[in-house]
């Protein structure tokens, strides 16, 4: 296994797909790894890749969108089913540490009985993480579309959504996750090695543009639809004459 690298586990957009699973990725650093989003599939597509979860130590979610988080409690329960005794570090949304405390107690993964600690750790914009590799998260406007229900029915939520910007090894990494649009993440992206970028809600035509005017090593096109919209954004990617896009599927893996 390489020393430092991302894998892809779910490339699907959140209409959930046959032979796709939803948001999730792998950032390995050294011995450690770290789960970045756990949506539909992701644990299944975890094991078909031969990984090990007792060497997963923590995991980041960008938002609680079902396609982004569904199998968190799975993934916990795979690590305490294969005999986890370390603490595990969920890094979640700060809006999301009541609810989901409430809901491991709901699942029967209450955490006083599990025998290993489970820290929720509730982050927000500009929050940093630093050891192996460094995250910053970045608060981008997925989900602001939320607010006129939010208001209407007075409902706790605070729409937080972040991008993630990483540095391992000397690479620099950015992971959009949802945005609403270009404008979320389009002054970090000049620059950077690696791109992982969500598809489904940005204006792809403006993509394009954009990626031929800033320096970057990698873009990882990902969150995908269906087989017609895949062959429509190859096509797309074609006529650039770009060659640096790469379709995500499951089980891409990339050294950094």
Same mark, same amino acid.
């Given at each position: 296994?390489?020393?430092?690298?991302?894998?892809?586990? =779910?490339?699907?957009?959140?209409?959930?797909?046959?032979?796709?699973?939803?948001?999730?990725?792998?950032?390995?650093?050294?011995?450690?790894?770290?789960?970045?989003?756990?949506? /539909? /599939?992701?644990?299944?597509?975890?094991?078909?890749?031969?990984?090990?979860?007792?060497?997963?130590?923590?995991?980041?979610?960008?938002?609680? $969108?079902?396609?982004?988080?569904? +199998?968190?409690?799975?993934?916990?329960?795979?690590? $305490?089913?294969?005999?986890?005794?370390?603490?595990?570090?969920?890094?979640?949304?700060?809006?999301?540490?009541?609810?989901?405390?409430?809901?491991?107690?709901?699942?029967?993964?209450?955490?006083?009985?599990?025998?290993?600690?489970?820290?929720?750790? /509730?982050?927000?914009?500009?929050?940093?993480?630093?050891? =192996?590799?460094?995250?910053?998260?970045?608060?981008?406007?997925?989900?602001?579309?939320? +607010?006129?229900?939010?208001?209407?029915?007075?409902?706790?939520?605070?729409?937080?959504?972040?991008?993630?910007?990483?540095?391992?090894?000397?690479?620099?990494?950015?992971?959009?996750?949802?945005?609403?649009?270009?404008?979320?993440?389009?002054?970090?992206?000049?620059?950077?090695?690696?791109?992982?970028? +969500?598809?489904?809600?940005?204006?792809?035509?403006?993509?394009?543009?954009?990626?031929?005017?800033?320096?970057?090593?990698?873009?990882?096109?990902?969150?995908? =639809?269906?087989?017609?919209?895949?062959?429509?954004?190859?096509?797309?990617?074609?006529?650039?004459?770009?060659?640096?896009?790469?379709?995500?599927?499951?089980?891409?893996?990339?050294?950094?």
């Amino acid at each position: 296994m390489l020393s430092n690298m991302f894998v892809v586990l =779910g490339s699907s957009s959140g209409m959930s797909q046959a032979n796709r699973a939803t948001s999730g990725y792998i950032l390995q650093a050294g011995e450690s790894m770290t789960l970045i989003d756990c949506g /539909g /599939g992701v644990t299944s597509s975890f094991l078909k890749r031969g990984l090990d979860p007792l060497a997963v130590d923590r995991v980041f979610i960008s938002h609680t $969108h079902s396609d982004h988080v569904c +199998e968190l409690t799975l993934f916990i329960q795979l690590i $305490h089913l294969k005999g986890r005794e370390q603490p595990f570090d969920v890094y979640i949304p700060e809006e999301f540490v009541e609810p989901f405390r409430s809901y491991l107690n709901a699942v029967y993964l209450i955490p006083e009985r599990v025998p290993f600690t489970i820290n929720l750790i /509730g982050y927000h914009h500009g929050f940093t993480y630093n050891d =192996g590799f460094t995250l910053k998260a970045i608060a981008n406007n997925h989900l602001s579309v939320y +607010e006129p229900w939010i208001k209407k029915l007075n409902l706790p939520n605070k729409m937080q959504c972040f991008s993630l910007a990483i540095e391992l090894n000397g690479k620099t990494i950015f992971y959009t996750s949802d945005i609403r649009d270009l404008d979320d993440v389009k002054k970090y992206l000049d620059g950077q090695d690696m791109i992982i970028i +969500e598809t489904t809600h940005i204006d792809l035509d403006a993509f394009f543009e954009l990626a031929q005017t800033v320096k970057v090593g990698k873009f990882i096109l990902t969150h995908l =639809g269906t087989k017609e919209e895949v062959f429509e954004l190859e096509r797309k990617t074609r006529a650039t004459h770009l060659q640096n896009i790469v379709m995500a599927y499951e089980g891409l893996t990339i050294e950094i």
